[in-house]
């Protein structure tokens, strides 16, 4: 099966990594739309808009599948996107309340949703997580993590300060939703500030996802990845290597 991973710019290669330690595909073809990243201040048009314009890109290739990796696009413009493609249309929020609801079988778990603004404005996880019975939500949008990821920080003194800044008056979480490509790269960082919560992580929860509702005949030995950008190639290529490591050949 061939898909296709569509983000804002180089954060959906955490979802990349999922996907190829589990070998699901036998290729994957990448775009991230480096030029106009950040799309998690933007509004909902402007997401919009730039999502339909990346689905023209994909038609380009023979997928079977698009997966969305960005939250922010899965939260304002999946609709369109499914309307519009001549293919299956996978968000990570729907699958990232599955991995919830799979791990966290109390109602009242104190479940803290971290995401971009534009995400956390619309309130997607909130709301499928207050359908299925949680109660217990706090929503937050720590917009400096993304810059600090760009930057190629994972740790250290200017991120706890980040940290400190954000989860100072939280109540310790029982689970947190990384509802952000980037925040897995942080997820060691975070889980070190509150080392007793369960990180869901979006790739994770993609491949649970899959494995529930997609048929794969066979798992593919190895994946074939391409990666596209709209600005810089070479730089997202450069941030593959050392994130993908050996995962990248
Ligand atoms: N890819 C975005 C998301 O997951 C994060 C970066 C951005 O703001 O574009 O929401």
Aim: hydrophobic share 45%; aromatic share 10%; proline share 4%.
């Amino acid at each position: 099966m061939r898909v296709g991973v569509f983000d804002s710019g180089v954060g959906g290669l955490s979802v990349v990594k999922s996907l190829l330690e589990h070998q699901l595909f036998e290729s994957i073809i990448y775009f991230g739309d480096t030029a106009r990243v950040p799309y998690g201040v933007k509004d909902k048009n402007t997401i919009v808009r730039y999502s339909l314009e990346a689905l023209e890109f994909f038609k380009n290739f023979e997928i079977d599948m698009l997966i969305v990796a960005c939250n922010s696009v899965s939260a304002y413009a999946i609709q369109e996107l499914r309307v519009n493609a001549p293919f299956k249309v996978i968000g990570v929020i729907e699958p990232g309340v599955l991995a919830v609801q799979n791990a966290l079988k109390h109602k009242d778990t104190n479940i803290l949703i971290l995401g971009t603004r534009a995400t956390i404005a619309s309130q997607r996880y909130a709301h499928l997580l207050q359908n299925c019975g949680y109660n217990n939500l706090t929503s937050l949008a720590p917009s400096l993590f993304v810059p600090i990821v760009e930057e190629g920080i994972f740790e250290g003194a200017l991120l706890q300060s980040a940290m400190e800044h954000y989860f100072k008056d939280l109540v310790t979480p029982d689970a947190i939703i990384l509802g952000c490509t980037h925040f897995p790269l942080l997820a060691s960082a975070i889980q070190n500030y509150f080392p007793n919560s369960l990180l869901i992580h979006s790739g994770e929860a993609i491949v649970e996802h899959l494995r529930v509702h997609c048929d794969f005949a066979k798992q593919s030995n190895a994946t074939k990845l391409q990666l596209f950008a709209s600005e810089n190639p070479e730089n997202l290529k450069a941030t593959a290597k050392k994130w993908l490591g050996d995962l990248f050949l």
